[in-house]
């Protein structure tokens, strides 16, 4: 009877550290900022893009497993830098999302992207590019996992899209061929993770 009563102890005690583990680390969560853009960039159907400027090419995964790469056109002065505001010609250096989808674009079919991102809103209101309400909408649209504000100085709407020109150059977007959109557009639902790095 000692052992069983002993054995009932320990067993009360254990769900206890577990409870009060659980509780715990459910606060610490809580006060975490939630949203794609918040470093939180986690698919929600394991699908992740990966787009290299250097390369230009875009690498579609889902869960880890390449599914295949693609070539891409992207702005025009992408190798001078990052973007930094409206009309550089520059595809945007970061981690997005897809925050839209258009069946309607005039290049076939296009993926809207979570640029400017809160580091863009931060850079952009410590030069002076931006103002304080500017930055502060688009880290909210950005932890909210929304489509943050296109009309500031630093730009916007960023697409993945169809009709890409061989050789050619976009005015910032990221252009693939229409046969490959229609493959991006079967994989990727909004909240997708798209990375654009070297």
Not at 44 to 50: A, L, R, S
Not at 91 to 107: L, Q
Not at 121 to 150: F, L, S, V
Request: hydrophobic content about 35%; proline content about 5%.
């Amino acid at each position: 009877m000692k052992w069983f009563k002993r054995k009932i102890r320990a067993l009360i005690a254990g769900v206890l550290i577990l409870v009060t583990t659980i509780s715990f680390s459910g606060a610490a969560l809580a006060d975490q900022a939630t949203g794609p853009g918040a470093g939180n960039l986690r698919s929600t159907n394991g699908v992740t893009i990966y787009v290299s400027k250097r390369l230009k090419t875009l690498t579609l995964k889902q869960n880890g497993v390449l599914i295949k790469e693609y070539p891409v056109s992207m702005g025009a002065s992408s190798a001078e830098g990052n973007k930094k505001v409206e009309g550089d010609m520059r595809t945007p250096s970061g981690e997005f999302y897809v925050c839209t989808r258009n069946d309607k674009s005039v290049a076939y079919l296009s993926l809207g992207l979570s640029y400017p991102g809160i580091k863009d809103a931060e850079r952009g209101y410590a030069d002076g590019i931006i103002t304080e309400a500017q930055r502060d909408e688009i880290i909210r649209a950005n932890k909210a996992g929304e489509q943050p504000p296109w009309d500031t100085p630093l730009g916007g709407a960023i697409m993945i899209h169809g009709c890409r020109v061989p050789d050619g150059d976009t005015h910032g977007c990221v252009a693939v061929d229409n046969d490959v959109m229609d493959v991006l557009w079967s994989y990727c639902n909004l909240g997708v993770p798209v990375t654009i790095g070297p």
